[in-house]
Every structure is written in C-alpha cells, then in structure tokens.
C-alpha cells in the first residue's frame, strides 16, 4: 500500500510527489484522491497557479459504475493535502480526456473534456476557486474531439488546444484530422471554435495491443 493511501484506494490510482529543492530530491507520493468505491483514475492534468501557488488538478474519477467522472482537486500546501474532488460536468452521461487552466488569481478555472454522443466537446468553468461549476456543449457532430493544452492570456482570454477525428469503427479515423482553437473572451459565457489546420491521419499503429489511432496528429 503507498505511504498516505489506505486499502481502499482505487487501482490504478493518481498520486502526486513534490520537491522544494528544484527538482533534486522528491518527497513522498500523495494521493490525489482517497475516495471510497472508486474502482480507478486516469488521465490526470496539473497546474499551478501563477500569483498564489496553489496547484489544481482535474482527472477522471471511477466513482460511475459505467464511465469515469471528471473531477477537480486543488491543493493550497504546495501538494501535501487535497480537497474532496468536485465534479465538474454536470448532467452528463460519460466523460473524458479533461484538460485544465485558471487565471493568475486562482478564481477562474476551465476544464475541457469530451462527452456524448461521440466525442463532443464540452467547456467546464468555476469563478468561485473551483468550488461550483457551470458547463456548456460546445459541439455536436461526427467529430471526436481531443484536449491537448489550454492557457489563460493576460487580458482573461481563455484558450484550449484541441484536436478533432471523425471516426469510421470505433478505432480507425477517416479522412483529415483538425486542429482546434477553442476561444472564450468573456470568462467562460461563450466560446468560439476556429479551425486553424487540417492534417492527414498518422500511420496506423500495428504493435501488439495498439490502436490504429494511436498515432494521430496531436496540437
């Protein structure tokens, strides 16, 4: 069992370990999360908030018997302890692949994921330090959409990276892939989605126990 976990934690788990020596030496690892009933986390994104130090962490939480929940946590002691996770998604069935940032005062945070049908994308935005949530669908169509990156601009511009697939099966992609702004300049009430390329599809990916996806352009 990991130092500060008990048995119930969920497996494969997140934890995170921190250094106050640049990076020489590492402390202990701390959960993220020591939530009862959760069979696993995944795809965790972390960042640290530029006036206060504060680091906020979005991932997906297997608290749903059928999918995984995106969930935020902060901590305000540079990562020794963690705030109960918060959903952020609202009324939404299924939830993935979350992509986090805030602002330079730690009061507005935005999560990007994906969710139903297929892939849609969804924007996720709390001006109260992550406490309460309010969410939008961004898209619905064919296309797949992935987050890879996202930044609060000094004027309190809000923009993800993301890109897109349109899939024909569950694993294999058709046609171009596209690369996505997603851009909000009124603190998360609206959003504008600009294409700013469309790439050819990677080679498959053949190993063993690999997706033909795998290999797909990325932002």
Avoid: M
């Amino acid at each position: 069992v990991p130092p500060g976990c008990t048995s119930h934690c969920p497996s494969p788990f997140i934890a995170l370990t921190t250094s106050s020596d640049g990076g020489a030496t590492f402390g202990p690892q701390v959960p993220l999360c020591l939530c009862l009933g959760v069979k696993a986390q995944y795809d965790p994104v972390i960042e640290v908030v530029p006036d206060t130090g504060a680091v906020y962490a979005a991932l997906l939480n297997g608290d749903r018997h059928n999918g995984f929940s995106t969930s935020f946590t902060k901590s305000t002691d540079h990562g020794r302890t963690w705030s109960a996770p918060v959903h952020v998604y609202g009324n939404v069935s299924w939830t993935d692949k979350p992509e986090i940032t805030t602002g330079a005062s730690s009061r507005d945070v935005y999560i990007s994921w994906n969710g139903p049908q297929g892939g849609d994308l969804y924007a996720g935005q709390s001006h109260d330090y992550g406490e309460t949530w309010t969410q939008q669908q961004l898209t619905d169509s064919r296309r797949y959409y992935y987050a890879y990156d996202g930044r609060v601009l000094g004027d309190g511009t809000v923009v993800f990276s993301e890109s897109s697939l349109e899939y024909s099966g569950s694993t294999n992609v058709q046609g171009d892939v596209w690369h996505h702004a997603v851009i909000s300049r009124d603190r998360g009430a609206t959003w504008e989605n600009r294409v700013v390329a469309k790439v050819p599809v990677g080679e498959n990916c053949v190993a063993d126990g690999c997706n033909p996806d795998f290999y797909i352009g990325q932002t």
